[in-house]
């Protein structure tokens, strides 16, 4: 990465600890619908385990909750749909040295953000997080229309930085739409190991791999 002009991240379980702000929102919709129940602590597991760790679709895993869970006057979709959106923007969290490590590359290279996701939860996110000015290009997948891994949404950011991909390392914890979405758009890559296991199909090797954002201190 001797030519490296532009360090890029990936925003959930990268910047954002999305864990975190999901076990918090969680537990705020808990208080909010099932007072009536004494111990909510299985609720609380059963929707992160309907998450899927984001990846589950929205509504799909809203309809899911409506069906399974002891509600005492059960919503409507629209509702819970609602909910979400205000709140689990408003429980968003920084990852560990996130800000810290944001500073330390901003030093000496150019710093991008690519994120798949809905514009408006993406950037609500953004703004809770407080780094909107911190970047010099923020890509989210709904508003460019191409999701990650598509090379598409990673060539548009290089157009947008003026740089070539060997100029940039990409930054993210999905070993698919991060690493190998990134590397096969010929991208150096930095692996955050956090939720997403490796898979053995993945042909393209990250050029680090790391467990701590504060790791990229002797990296970059």
Known sequence: MNNLKAVIFDLDNTLLNRTKTFHRFSTSLVD????????TQLIIDRIIELDQ????????????????????????????????????????????GAIEMIQHVKASY????????????QH???????????????????EVGIKKPHSGIFEIALERLD?????????????????????????NTIWLEVNQPWKDEI???PDYRIKSLRELAGIL
Not at 166 to 184: L, R, S
Request: charged share 30%; aromatic share 10%; proline share 3%.
């Open 32 to 39: 909010r619908y099932f007072n009536h129940i004494r111990s």
């Open 53 to 96: 760790d984001g990846y589950k679709e929205r509504r799909e895993m809203f309809s899911e909750m409506l069906q399974e869970l002891p509600w005492k006057e059960k919503p409507e979709l629209n509702e819970l749909s609602e909910y979400y959106s205000i709140h689990y923007v408003s429980n968003a969290c920084l990852m560990d």
């Open 110 to 121: 150019k710093v991008g953000l690519i994120t798949n996701g809905r514009t408006f939860i």
């Open 124 to 142: 609500g996110k953004i703004d809770q997080l407080g780094i909107r000015n911190r970047f010099d290009l923020i890509l989210v997948s709904e």
């Open 163 to 187: 740089l070539t991909a060997d100029q940039c390392v990409y930054i993210g914890d999905h070993p698919v739409n991060d690493i190998e979405g990134a590397g096969k758009a010929g991208m």
């Open 203 to 205: 042909t393209i090797e």
